[in-house]
């Protein structure tokens, strides 16, 4: 049996089309369970109860709050995409391969799993401990495909911000979740559903 040696193991950048689309769905479901896991830790050690964290309040404002600060989001995001140059604003084409063959109910699932792990971690752990401005730097920061423009990183770090102002106006986590949820899910449909020009 070969001895396991740490030395060996060789770090490479890899191109989003050098992955199969199995491998990248693993990749994503996986790092999402690890902001999940990650996110509970920090709230444990924060003290502050998880299940409290997902507690329904306020009646319907949670859902109003997230729905409008959503279809802001997208009115923007499509009057940006329709000025701004494609190349100025590319994630390296892992949005479209995520989301270009992908069935709705899957759209859905993807955009559930990432609202509800990221939120958590983000507004529930993060932006309790340092605020939404910083929570807002380390999102953006997190999210490197956007960094190489900044067009999407100016955007996500706006998005980030304010869904921690969503956050802290409805004080509830469900906000920024169906605000979260239902951008990636539109954008997610528009990609999947886009007529080749």
């Known amino acids: 049996m070969k001895k396991f040696d740490i030395r060996n193991i060789k770090v490479r950048k890899v191109n989003v089309d050098e992955i199969d689309d199995r491998m990248l769905l693993i990749n994503l479901y996986a790092t999402q369970a690890l902001t999940l896991i990650i996110g509970i830790i920090w709230l444990l050690f924060q003290r ?9 309040q306020g009646g319907w404002d949670p859902l109003w709050w997230g729905l409008g600060f959503a279809a802001a989001v997208i009115a923007v995001d499509l009057l940006i995409s329709r000025w701004v140059p494609e190349d100025a604003a590319d994630d390296g084409g892992v949005n479209e391969r995520i989301f270009r063959t992908r069935a709705v109910w ?7 799993v990432v609202a509800i792990c990221e939120e958590l971690l983000f507004r ?4 309790h401990a340092i605020g939404p401005y910083w929570t807002s730097i380390v999102f953006a920061t997190i999210h490197v495909r956007y960094l190489r423009h900044w067009i999407p990183t100016g955007l996500v770090f706006s998005i ?31 990609i999947r559903f886009r007529r080749e020009s």
């Open 124 to 127: 529930g752990a993060i932006q």
């Open 48 to 56: 502050q109860n998880v299940l409290n964290i997902f507690a329904l």
């Open 160 to 190: 980030s911000y304010g869904l921690g102002w969503v956050y802290e106006q409805s004080g509830t986590l469900w906000a920024p979740i169906i605000a979260h949820f239902a951008i990636d899910f539109v954008m997610g449909l528009i």
């Open 106 to 112: 899957h759209i859905a699932v993807i955009s559930l």
